[in-house]
């Protein structure tokens, strides 16, 4: 039975039981216990309440029924699901960083799927380390002491300051104290570790004096940190690893190097700036050198220590290590990655080096084939070749671009839609297609797309145009 709009025009939500007895839920009754199929509408309610409010439906029950239907098929699916990248931006935080090599589901499927010798010495047959082969390929490729992974890049700086710091002073720059995605903070990630913050320098400039006048005999850590997501240019002055690390030999200081991105490979061949090499900064001495999994590396979510043999101990040794070491996934997927890089197959098997090395010519000659046949699938959409400039992302080569070529993407004159509901719809199609707004034009850069996904990328522009059509007939 039709529920009908009352005079207002807003749309009242269903009585709940109404919902639950409708026959387009009977299925889920049998799937469900009735509380948690309850609890669910309710929500479900409650999530379009605001809707309701603001303006009128059309909706009768049949319809809301179905939406809830819907709502709970879509939640018994995973959520996590691969989409496109049309933004440009290479290490894209928001879609899950650097993609991992398509290799890595075939290699990798029985050793995931299964039992695995993860702490376990095949050999001998005892308790073993599950750093042993991440550690071993990190010292050929650094040429470090020993090695640490743990689950994230911030997980590595407070395990540092805990079990290296706690109650003693972290001696860094002003210009370094970076804040980065969420509002995470530097400052604040040292003081919850049980670190005590002693800023030198001032913001652009930060000398090698400012760092021997902070150093008192509470001085735990001498910490350098990249700039992450900014730069600094004009009137700027900072102090060189190994100057630090020579008067934190001086003075009995450790000192650290997070490097954020932790570059492998020299990305200026690739036409961004240069960004500090893991294996330069332990070349330079330091007592332990910080990077990410998930960045310029090309790898999973993960901190990665790597060092002197007496700091890697210690850490390896602190209670917290437990609590934010690498689990099984991570640990694999990154021994794989780190393989690739040790046999020099990385620049031919690392999706975001790749995606890095591709020449702005490629990427015009790939999307203007793509609109020839685009244009015929989609008659009603407009396509043309745009010429942009994308960033490699993820506080790598702050500030520097890079030319590249995009899909801009108008409906044909009469429509109304604007470009901002392009984008809303593409995010709906599956896989989802993720663009970039700019000049009130939809884009879809293709740097970031590779070249199977250029199938589902048709197949989501063909859905556009019947969604377009389905709100702006004629």
């Known amino acids: 039975m039709e529920e009908k709009n009352p005079p207002n025009g807003n749309y009242k939500p269903p009585q709940v039981d109404r919902v639950l007895r409708h026959q387009a839920l009977a299925d889920w009754e049998k799937k469900l216990d009735r509380k948690v199929l309850t609890a669910f509408v309710r929500h479900f309610i409650e999530k379009r309440r605001a809707e309701f409010a603001r303006k009128s439906f059309a909706e009768n029950l049949d319809n809301f029924a179905e939406l809830v239907r819907q709502e709970l098929h879509t939640l018994n699916q995973s959520k996590l699901q691969p989409v496109i990248n049309g933004t440009g931006i290479i290490i894209n935080t928001n879609l899950g960083r650097a993609p991992l090599p398509s290799e890595i589901g075939s290699s990798l499927e029985k050793t995931l799927t299964g039992y695995c010798n993860l702490e376990l010495d095949l050999e001998t047959g005892k308790r073993g380390d599950r750093n042993t082969n991440v550690e071993l390929l990190l010292r050929l490729l650094t040429g470090c002491e ?278 809303r719809i593409l995010r709906g199609t599956t896989p989802p297609v993720i663009v970039r707004i700019l000049k009130d034009e939809a884009l879809v850069d293709f740097r970031t797309i590779s070249g199977h996904e250029e199938k589902d990328l048709l197949q989501a522009l063909t859905k556009l145009e019947i969604e377009m059509s389905r709100q702006h007939p004629g």
């Open 146 to 423: 020993a090695a640490l992974v743990v689950n994230n890049n911030a997980a590595a700086v407070m395990l540092c300051i805990a079990a290296l710091a706690r109650n003693k002073e972290v001696v860094i720059s002003r210009g370094e104290l970076v804040e980065i995605g969420g509002s995470f903070r530097l400052p604040d990630v040292i003081v919850s570790a049980g670190g005590i913050l002693l800023e030198v320098g001032t913001t652009n400039r930060t000398r090698l004096e400012d760092y021997a006048k902070a150093i008192s005999k509470n001085c735990g850590i001498l910490l350098k940190c990249h700039q992450s997501n900014f730069e600094m240019r004009g009137f700027v002055e900072e102090t060189s690893v190994s100057d630090l690390v020579n008067i934190g030999k001086q003075k009995k200081v450790l000192v650290l190097e997070d490097l954020g991105s932790g570059a492998f490979v020299d990305v200026t061949k690739f036409g961004f700036a240069a960004e500090r090499l893991v294996r330069q900064s332990v070349n330079d001495g330091v007592d332990a050198c910080l990077f990410s999994g998930d960045k310029l590396l090309g790898g999973p979510q993960a901190g990665v220590i790597v060092g002197k043999h007496e700091v890697i101990n210690t850490l390896r040794h602190h209670p917290i290590y437990r609590a934010v070491r690498a689990d099984k996934l991570s640990i694999a997927f990154l021994e794989l990655v780190l393989t690739n890089y040790l046999f020099e197959r990385s620049e031919e098997t690392i999706p975001i080096l790749l995606m890095a090395n591709e020449s702005p010519e490629a990427i015009e000659k790939r999307v203007t084939s793509f609109i020839e046949g685009a244009s015929k699938a989609c008659p009603k959409l407009a396509f043309t070749a745009v010429s942009t400039e994308t960033a490699f992302g993820g506080g790598t080569s702050p500030g520097q671009v890079k030319r590249s070529w995009a899909l801009a993407i108008r409906p044909i004159s009469q429509s109304k839609i604007s470009c901002d509901e392009v984008a």
